[in-house]
């Protein structure tokens, strides 16, 4: 190669290699901010409740039992019907109750003409005793019998009393007012008071209780926030329990909290509540399963953050971004109560003012620079 035709060559070299270190020192470009759609929290009342599981159970239960023994006669109500109280259900063979109480009727006269002949003996003796006719002795014993036929009316009065009650026991009521269920017995079956025989069942179903269970966990947890000032309270809303059926439909009648149990379940951990619904129409039976949704209290200045805005790491704590200083994202680890509706009820790690970085967040990392813009097409809470 001659030296004319090199010299060009050298030259176009030295130009690539300028070319090249003038890009090596060139200072980098910063890279866009990221845009990423926030809400900005705030703080505002809130009411808590909690649906708790529970079963329905009648107002009060009447077991109809035998108090006499016999045969039944009569069944006088139609079964799955309403019956009244005292309402006559069963009549048993009166037929020697009748005979029992005439008996004793006959005994108490016989008594009574006894009684009659020592009181009127008594009362000659005590005559002849003052003028000394007789002795003390024979006074003595006129009293004593006297009263021996005395006790003999008490006696035969309260046989009476006794055979009267075993004959209207033959007549079987209904000790309350409610609806029947299913007869135990038949007419003709011989029902016996010593065993008690079971004859029918009524149950008042107007009110109605519904007894729920709560986890002694979250009362503690009720009691501990209430006491701290976190949760606030007033009587006449805690009383108040709403009712969703098994098919998910809200019963129309409110219901009052009646009372708590103090005993944890061992089984179940769990507590005991009673609530009480009025029942006019008869919608509800006992061993129904139903859900009740009680107010626990208000929070006052409750900070409520989107669920989509909201992740967790790797040892499960919930996290969020926020837009921090410089705009740039930053990770809080939050400290989660409950859910309420699509919302995290946050007790700790996000403060009203806060932009909470909502939309976008596949892109933002911590430490990333955001362009904060209001996010919108949120789901409705």
Known sequence: MSFKHALPAAVLLAALVLSGCSKKTSAPTASAPIEAGVITIAAQPLTLTRELPGRTSAYRIAEVRARVSGIVLKQLFTEGRD??????????????????LDSAKASLA??????????????????????????QQDYDNALAAFQAADADVAASNAAVQTAAINLGYTNVTSPISGRIGLSSVTEGAYVQSGSATLLATVQQL???????????????????????????TSPADNTK??????????????????????????????????????????ELFPGLFVRARITEGTVPAAILAPQLGVGRNQRGDATALVVGAESKAELRILKIDRAVGNQWLVSDGLKPGDQLIVQNLQRVRPGSVVKPVPATNLPAN
Do not use: C, W
């Open 206 to 232: 107007d009110p109605l209780y519904v007894d729920l269970t709560q986890s002694s966990t979250e009362v503690f947890n009720l009691r501990r926030a209430l006491a701290a000032g976190r949760l606030e």
């Open 241 to 282: 329990v709403n009712l969703i059926l098994d098919d998910g439909s809200a019963y129309s009648v409110e219901g009052t909290l009646q009372f708590s149990d103090i005993t944890v379940d061992p089984t179940s951990n769990s507590i005991t509540l009673r609530a009480l619904f009025p029942n006019p129409k008869i």
């Open 83 to 100: 019956v009244k109280e005292g309402q006559s259900l069963y009549q048993i063979d009166p037929a020697p109750y009748q005979a029992a």
């Open 110 to 135: 016989r008594t009574q003409a006894s009684a009659t002949s020592a009181r009127l003996q008594e009362e000659r003796f005590k005559h002849l005793l003052a003028e000394t006719a007789i002795s």
